[in-house]
C-alpha cells in the first residue's frame, strides 16, 4: 500500500516550453502532496505544499509563478514548469502524506533537462 | 523542526550489520524521529519511525536513547542493495503541514 507515481519519468524539452509532471497517490487518498526539487549531488529541496482544493504554500525563494501547482483531486497533484530554462533541469520528486498522516510516501522522481 | 546531524558517509561490509547515528540534541517532546533513504536517482523510501521507544520493522531496527538526543538506525544484514543515503529527520507528527526537511544525510557504501 502506499503507493505513489509520477509521469513521466523523464523529459526533455526546449527552453521555453511549459512541462506537467503529474504524481498520483494509487491506493490512497492524499489531500496534502508536496513538490521536491534535487540537484546533482544535492539533497532534496522542498518547493511547496499542495493542498487539495486550494492554493499551493510555496517556500521561500521558489517562483509561485514559474512552478504552477494544481491539486484538483484527492489523487492527483501536477507541477507544471512554465518556460523553461535550461536551469531548471532538475530531478523533481513528489510526495503524498500518508492515510493516517504518519508520513510521507515518495514518488519515483522525474528528470528534467531543459536544451 | 529540531536540526539532525549525521556522518557524511559510512562504508559496511555485507552481510554485517549497519548501525547508523544521528544526533539531535535539541529534539521537542513532541518531535518524532524519522528515516528515510534514496536510492541514486530515486524517489526517498521510508523506513521507520518513533518518538521514544525502541522500534523495528521488517527493514530496520531503530534505538533512540532515553534521553532522545541521539538515535541509530539499524540494518541488521546489510546487502549491497542498501547502499543508499539515509536521512534522519526530527519532527512533529502529523500535524498542519507535515513538511519533511531533508538534511545532507548519510552516503552508506556496502561493500562486497
Known amino acids: 500500500g502506499a503507493v505513489v507515481s509520477q509521469h513521466p519519468s523523464w523529459v526533455i524539452c526546449k527552453s521555453g516550453t511549459s512541462v506537467k509532471i503529474e504524481c498520483r497517490s494509487l491506493d490512497f487518498q492524499a489531500t496534502t502532496m508536496f513538490w521536491y526539487r534535487q540537484f546533482p549531488k544535492q539533497s532534496l529541496m522542498l518547493m511547496a505544499t499542495s493542498n487539495e482544493g486550494s492554493k499551493a504554500t510555496y517556500e521561500q525563494g521558489v517562483e509561485k509563478d514559474k512552478f504552477l501547482i494544481n491539486h484538483a483531486s484527492l489523487t492527483l497533484s501536477t507541477l507544471t514548469v512554465t518556460s523553461a530554462h535550461p536551469e531548471d533541469s532538475s530531478f523533481y520528486i513528489c510526495?503524498?502524506?500518508?492515510?493516517?498522516?504518519?508520513?510521507?510516501?515518495f514518488g519515483p522522481g522525474t528528470r528534467l533537462l531543459v536544451l | 523542526d529540531a536540526k539532525t546531524t549525521q556522518p557524511t558517509s559510512m562504508d559496511c561490509a555485507e552481510g554485517r550489520a549497519a548501525n547508523l547515528p544521528c544526533n539531535h540534541s535539541?529534539?521537542?517532546?513532541?518531535?518524532?524521529v524519522y528515516w528515510y533513504r534514496q536510492i541514486h536517482s530515486q524517489g526517498p523510501q521510508y523506513i521507520i519511525h518513533?518518538?521514544?521507544n525502541n522500534e523495528t520493522n521488517e527493514m530496520a531496527s531503530l534505538i533512540i536513547t532515553e534521553d532522545r538526543k541521539s538515535s541509530t538506525l539499524i540494518l541488521p544484514h546489510a546487502t549491497l542493495r542498501d547502499t543508499a543515503v539515509y536521512y534522519c529527520?526530527?519532527?512533529?507528527?502529523?500535524?498542519?503541514?507535515?513538511?519533511?526537511?531533508f538534511g545532507t544525510g548519510t552516503l552508506l557504501a556496502v561493500q562486497p
Open positions: 518513533g518518538l521514544k
Open positions: 510526495s503524498a502524506r500518508g492515510p493516517l498522516g504518519e508520513t510521507q510516501y
Open positions: 535539541t529534539i521537542s517532546g513532541n518531535e518524532y
Open positions: 529527520i526530527a519532527k512533529n507528527y502529523g500535524g498542519a503541514t507535515n513538511k519533511l526537511i
